[in-house]
Structure formats: C-alpha cells, structure tokens
C-alpha cells in the first residue's frame, strides 16, 4: 500500500483528487470513513471529482449515474463499474493499494 495524502486533507464528506503512478484517483470522506476511486466516470469518462458524494454514492457530474463508494456499482446501469481500490488509514496517512 502507498500513502497517498494526509486524513487532515480530505474533510468529512469532502474529496480530493490525487495522480498516483500515472493515475488519477479520487479520495472521499464519508464520516470518517475513507474511500479511493478512479477519477474518471466509467460511463463517458467525466471526472467525478465534481460529484456529489451522498448517502453511499458518488454522483457523476454529467449524467447523474450513482455509484456505491464500496464497490463501484453502478446503481442506474450495473454493466458501468466504478473502480475502487482498497484504503488504510495509518496514523493519519491514507494508504491505499492499487492493482
Ligand atoms: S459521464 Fe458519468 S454518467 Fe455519463
């Protein structure tokens, strides 16, 4: 796993999008609990660091799919998956794995 930002950076329902090896990932903060997902809508390639976080969701800015912050799924059309990746808070690094 790598450190990818501090916890302090990425306030509660807030997000930040970071580049790790070449790749956009989107950090979300969801009551304390963190998630890591691509930054690109799998739908038509939008960045959802634009979205809105609700519930258990992430809401793409263009068309509105919802996806679940635990598993990518996406709620309006289940063949569009949302990659996620694993995360660890360590201390008050977010760690997080990618494949
Ligand atoms: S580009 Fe995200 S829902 Fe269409």
Do not use: W
């Not at 930054?39 to 068309?63: E, L």
């Not at 309006?76 to 201390?91: A, N, R, S």
Request: negative net charge; contains cysteine.
């Amino acid at each position: 796993m790598i450190s990818v930002a501090k916890t302090s950076e990425v306030p509660n329902f807030g997000k930040k999008a970071v580049s790790v090896s070449g790749r956009e990932i989107l950090l979300i903060n969801l009551k304390g609990t963190f998630f890591a997902v691509e930054n690109d809508c799998p739908h038509q390639g939008s960045p959802m660091n634009a979205g809105v976080v609700k519930d258990d969701y992430i809401s793409c800015p263009r068309h509105g799919y919802r996806y679940k912050l635990r598993d990518g799924r996406c709620v309006e059309h289940p063949d569009y998956q949302l990659q996620v990746f694993p995360v660890q808070v360590v201390g008050d690094d977010i760690m997080i794995e990618l494949e």
